[in-house]
C-alpha cells in the first residue's frame, strides 16, 4: 500500500489530494482541546476537526447551534498549540456564514488569523456556494459538508439517514459537484446510504471523508469522544469504540474517592 502521507513533514490540502489518487485512505478526528489534540496529532492523524459537535461534546448543548465564533476560535487556539503534523481544520459555527458572503469571509479570515488554522469547513451546498467562492477568493482552503448537517437540525426535524430518496440523492451530488467547481479541497459526507457516498466519491478529484456513510470514501472522520467512549449515550450504527473511557475514568475517579475519605491517599511516599 502506497503511503503519501508518511513522507509529508506537514499534512497539507495537496497531500491529501495525493492520498485520494494513490488510493491511500485519509484519517480525521475532532479535537477542541491542547490534551487531547497532542495525543491525536502525536498518533499520526491526517486531519483535525475542530468540529463545532464541541456545542454538544464540550459545552453540554442539545444541538451544534449555539456554539459561537469566539468559542470555535477559542478551542482552535488551543489545538493549534499542541499540533506539529496534522492539518487542523475549524468548522464556521451556525449564523456565521450562512446567506452572507461578507459575513461569511470575515469569520474565515478571523478563524485563520486568531488560531493559526489551516482551513475552514461549512456546512451546505447550492446554498452556500457564494460564500465558499468568497472565501476561496481570500486564500482560505474550505472543506465543504453534505448529507445530515446538524446546523440545519430543526429543518430535517431529525438526525436520520439523508439522500434516501431520489430527489435529495440527485440535489447532494450535484452539490458535490458544484463545491468541487467552486474550489473546495475535500468534502464531509455525513449519514448518508454507502452506495451514493461512493457514486460520489468517483466522480468527483476531490477526498471525500466520511462519517456514516460507508467504507467507498477516501477517509473517515469520528467524533474523538466517540472514539474513546468518553460518550456514553451516543451509539449510532456506524460508530466503532475503541475505548470504554467513561467507565474507565469513572472507576478512577470511585477509586479516588474511596482513597481518600479512607486516608489511604496520600501514603507517606506522596508527601513531603
Ligand atoms: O462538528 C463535527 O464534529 C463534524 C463531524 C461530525 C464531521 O462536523
Request: glycine share 8%; charged share 25%; hydrophobic share 40%.
Amino acid at each position: 500500500m502506497s503511503a503519501v502521507s508518511k513522507d509529508a513533514k506537514r499534512m497539507t490540502t495537496h497531500i491529501l489530494k495525493r492520498m485520494k489518487d494513490a488510493g491511500e485512505k485519509i484519517s480525521m478526528l475532532t479535537a477542541y482541546d491542547f490534551s487531547m489534540a497532542k495525543i491525536i496529532d502525536d498518533a499520526g492523524v491526517d486531519v483535525i476537526l475542530v468540529g463545532d459537535s464541541a456545542s454538544n461534546v464540550m459545552a453540554g448543548h442539545e444541538t451544534t447551534l449555539p456554539i459561537t465564533l469566539d468559542q470555535m476560535i477559542y478551542h482552535a487556539c488551543s489545538v493549534i498549540r499542541a499540533v506539529k503534523k496534522s492539518l487542523v481544520v475549524v468548522d464556521l459555527p451556525f449564523g456565521s456564514y450562512q446567506g452572507n458572503s461578507e459575513k461569511a469571509l470575515n469569520s474565515a479570515i478571523r478563524i485563520m488569523k486568531e488560531s493559526g488554522a489551516h482551513a475552514v469547513k461549512l456546512e451546505g451546498g447550492e446554498e452556500v456556494l457564494e460564500s465558499v467562492k468568497r472565501i476561496i477568493s481570500a486564500g482560505v482552503p474550505v472543506m465543504g459538508h453534505l448529507g445530515l448537517i446538524p446546523q440545519s437540525i430543526y429543518k430535517f426535524g431529525t438526525y436520520t439517514v439523508r439522500a434516501k430518496e431520489d430527489l435529495e440523492a440527485t440535489q447532494l451530488k450535484k452539490d458535490a459537484k458544484l463545491l468541487e467547481e467552486a474550489g473546495v479541497f475535500g468534502i464531509v459526507m455525513e449519514k448518508i446510504p454507502a452506495k451514493l457516498a461512493t457514486e460520489v466519491t468517483k466522480s468527483i478529484g476531490i477526498p471525500t471523508i466520511g462519517i456514516g456513510a460507508g467504507g467507498g470514501t477516501d477517509g473517515q472522520v469520528l467524533v474523538s469522544h466517540d472514539l474513546f467512549g468518553i460518550s456514553k449515550d451516543f451509539n449510532p450504527r456506524f460508530l466503532r469504540r475503541y475505548l470504554n473511557l467513561y467507565d474507565d475514568m469513572k472507576g478512577a475517579v470511585e477509586h479516588y474517592i474511596k482513597d481518600v475519605k479512607s486516608s489511604d491517599f496520600p501514603n507517606e511516599k506522596e508527601q513531603y
